[in-house]
Structure formats: C-alpha cells, structure tokens
C-alpha cells in the first residue's frame, strides 16, 4: 500500500490522542468505532438493494466502498492506538491468509 495511507493512520492517532488522550476509555471508543464504521457499510448494502421499502434504493456500490473502506482505515487508526505498527500487523495478516490459500 501506498506510505500515505500509513502517514494517515499514524496523523490520525495523533490527532485523536490530542483531543481525546489516550486512556483505556478513549481506546475502547476507537475499537467500537469499527462496529459504527461496519454498520454504515451495512446500511449501504442495504441502500444499494433497496431493502426498505419506504425509501427504495438509496446507495451505490462505490457509497459501499467508501464505507468499507472507512471500516479498513478505522481499523489501522486502532491498531496504530494501541501502540502498534498498523503495517506491520496488516502484512502479518496478510501473510497469514497467504498461508491458508497455499496448503491444500
């Protein structure tokens, strides 16, 4: 992934750090922020098949992507929060789920 991405995640936990601190509460806001992000993807899934009869379809595929994507971003935000290398733990993750699709 591009370095900006990872510039991002770590401006973002500084940024946050500043206004909000960095105790376990603030933490604890910044994992649940993910379920926040998950449900809007959801709600945009949701839009996109016109599930609600009252208001028909409402999203697009790129209004999910933009959702998903701020889902993926959140998360790197709350690795880099608890003191990690969000980097780091996505290529440890990655190569993980390489190893799966490799041994059959």
């Given at each position: 992934?591009?370095?900006?991405?990872?510039?991002?995640?770590?401006?973002?936990?500084g940024?946050?750090?500043?206004?909000?601190?960095?105790?376990?509460?603030?933490?604890?806001?910044?994992?649940?922020?993910?379920?926040?992000?998950a449900?809007?993807a959801s709600?945009?899934?949701?839009?996109?098949?016109?599930?609600n009869?009252?208001?028909?379809?409402t999203?697009?595929?790129?209004?999910?992507?933009?959702?998903l994507a701020?889902?993926?971003?959140?998360?790197?935000?709350?690795?880099?929060?608890?003191?990690?290398d969000?980097?780091?733990?996505?290529d440890?993750?990655?190569?993980?789920?390489?190893?799966?699709?490799?041994?059959?």
């Open positions: 992934m591009d370095e900006s991405i990872w510039e991002a995640a770590r401006a973002s936990r940024w946050l750090d500043a206004a909000n601190g960095t105790g376990q509460t603030e933490l604890t806001c910044r994992i649940l922020k993910l379920t926040e992000e449900g809007e709600a945009a899934w949701i839009g996109l098949l016109g599930q009869p009252r208001k028909g379809v999203h697009t595929r790129e209004d999910v992507a933009a959702e701020d889902v993926a971003f959140t998360a790197l935000v709350a690795i880099e929060s608890l003191g990690l969000a980097q780091t733990a996505l440890a993750c990655a190569a993980k789920v390489r190893s799966r699709l490799t041994v059959q």
